[in-house]
Structures are given as C-alpha cells and as structure tokens.
C-alpha cells in the first residue's frame, strides 16, 4: 500500500512538474513572438519603397503557409461544420481582416495611434474569454495592469507626436484589436481539438489567404516583378514570412495552447516597446525620458498583469 502511495505521489509531482515547464515554454515561446513582431516595422518600412500594404501582406502570408506545408506535409482533412467553422473565422479574424483593417487605419491616423489603440486588445480578448469561453473575471489586478500598461504605452507613443486623433483611422485600429480578441478566443476552442499547432495554424492560413484573394483587386494588388529581384526586399519578404507569419503565428498559437487566450495576449503591451528600443537601436532614432519612463511603466503593467494569472492558479 504505502508502495502504491508513493508511485502516486511521485505521478502528481511528475504531471506538476510537467505542467510548470509547459508553463515557462510558454511564456518564452509568446516573448519570441512579440520581439518579432515588434520588430517587423524595419522590415514592412524597406518594404513599402517597392510593395503595397497589401502587397506585403498577401505575399508574407502566402510564403508562410508554403514553408508550414513544407515542415508538416500531411494534408489535414475535413473535419466538419462544427470545427471547420473555427479555422474559417480564425482565419478571418486573425489574417485577413485584422491585418487590412490595421494597413487601413494607417493610411487614415499616426501610426502611434494605431500602436496604442491596437495595444487594447489584451482587454478586448479577456472580456470575450470571460463572455464565449467562460473564463475567468477579470480581477482587479489585471485591470491595474492595463491600466498601467497603456499609460505606459502612451508616453512611449505620444512623447514627441502628441495627441492627434482621427475619427476614421482611430475606429478602424480600434476594430482591429476586436478582430484580434476574436482571433484569440477561436484558437482557444482550436487548441481543444488536439491537433499539431502547426498544423492548426496551417488551416488557419489556408482560410485567411482565402479571404483575402476577393479584396485584392479593391486593393490595388499588382506587383512588380522587378521588385523581387532586390536581393534586399527578398530578404526582407523571408523574415516577414518565414519569422514572422509561419513561425510566429505556431508560437503565438502555442503559447495560447499553454497559457490561455488572455494571458498571451497580455504580451502584446510589449509591442510598443520593442519598437521603440528597436528604433533606438537599429535606426538611431532617439527616446525622450517620458519615453522611457513609458517603457518601465509598460512593464510594469505587464508584470501586473501577468502575477493576476498566477495567483489564479
């Protein structure tokens, strides 16, 4: 008997174990993804001297879904109404509106405005958490955090622009970060199929590709075949596609595998930030001190956000 007792308790201490490395591989796995993704702009900025936003996009996605093909080539069948359904809005959400309606909304507002308005999401995602999937309150520690966060992401964003608003740029990225709260909560029902991460976010690849070929005459889709004979518009397609759309887009989805909806997309306040060092770094470009007051307010807000999870579990 005390044999059986300790085999058992030995089991629970493995599966805790198990479960807490899960955990951390997470959060590692969605801080991969925010600092690609917060580094993106350089390469959409070289970009845009010889390619469309939806240029950009079409093909970023198109090559992503390739190299998924390419890693994981088994088709992956029909598998009904019920869960097809889910792949279709995720792909609709995630791909191709969320990504035209943030491309829209910079042609009509700043870009720090789309940056701070898209940086809502988090709180977007937790509320149809709580609303579709019946996930947890949001608890007072959270909303701390946001707060914070976007205060923090404020000061980052408007230290030298200052406030400008646009009615139809501002709604636009507004609907953004509700698309992408949506996007959210259908890959936390997806993660409950027990499919491969690569190969859920193939599908849902497939679907937002879909979706977009019908808007992109409207959107003036013609590129110039000249354009991809720059060795550096090559190399900037690659990362956009290969880092940032294929490998991305699985880790992000993981991420939520392991962590959940709201407490991956909690990462997002990162974005900011990382764009802003990144800009420091990379193009010389230079931080107030409000801005960096903003940055330790962001992670701050984060950090917040973050220990609201863990105390739930």
Not at 214 to 234: K, M, Q, T, W, Y
Not at 296 to 310: D, K
Request: contains cysteine; neutral net charge.
């Amino acid at each position: 008997v005390e044999d059986e007792q300790g085999q058992e308790k030995e089991k629970v201490v493995n599966l805790a174990y198990r479960a807490k490395n899960e955990t951390v591989v997470g959060h590692i796995a969605a801080l991969f993804t925010i600092l690609v993704w917060g580094t993106t702009f350089v390469s959409t900025k070289v970009l845009l001297q010889d390619f469309t936003p939806i240029e950009i996009l079409f093909v970023r996605f198109v090559m992503g879904l390739v190299a998924l093909f390419i890693i994981a080539p088994k088709v992956l069948g029909w598998m009904g109404w019920r869960h097809e359904r889910l792949f279709m809005l995720a792909g609709l959400f995630g791909v191709t509106l969320y990504y035209l309606l943030e491309n829209i909304a910079l042609t009509e507002t700043l870009a720090t405005n789309v940056g701070v308005i898209v940086s809502v999401s988090p709180f977007f995602t937790a509320l149809l958490e709580r609303i579709v999937n019946k996930g947890n309150k949001l608890s007072i520690q959270f909303i701390i955090g946001f707060v914070v966060a976007m205060i923090g992401i404020g000061f980052i964003s408007f230290s030298e622009t200052g406030l400008h608003f646009s009615f139809s740029g501002d709604t636009l990225a507004l609907l953004a970060a509700g698309v992408w709260a949506c996007y959210s909560v259908c890959m936390t029902r997806i993660a409950l199929l027990g499919l491969s991460t690569i190969k859920a976010t193939r599908r849902v690849f497939e679907y937002g590709i879909l979706f977009m070929i019908p808007v992109l005459p409207l959107l003036g889709f013609a590129p110039e075949v000249s354009a991809f004979c720059n060795p550096i518009n090559v190399g900037n397609l690659v990362f956009l596609g290969l880092g940032a759309s294929a490998a991305c887009f699985v880790t992000w989805n993981f991420s939520v595998k392991r962590l959940g909806a709201v407490s991956t997309s909690v990462y997002v306040y990162l974005i900011p930030v990382i764009t802003a060092v990144a800009s420091w770094l990379i193009l010389s470009e230079q931080l107030t001190p409000l801005a960096w007051f903003g940055v330790a307010l962001t992670l701050i807000g984060l950090g917040v956000s973050q220990f609201s999870f863990a105390r739930t579990k």
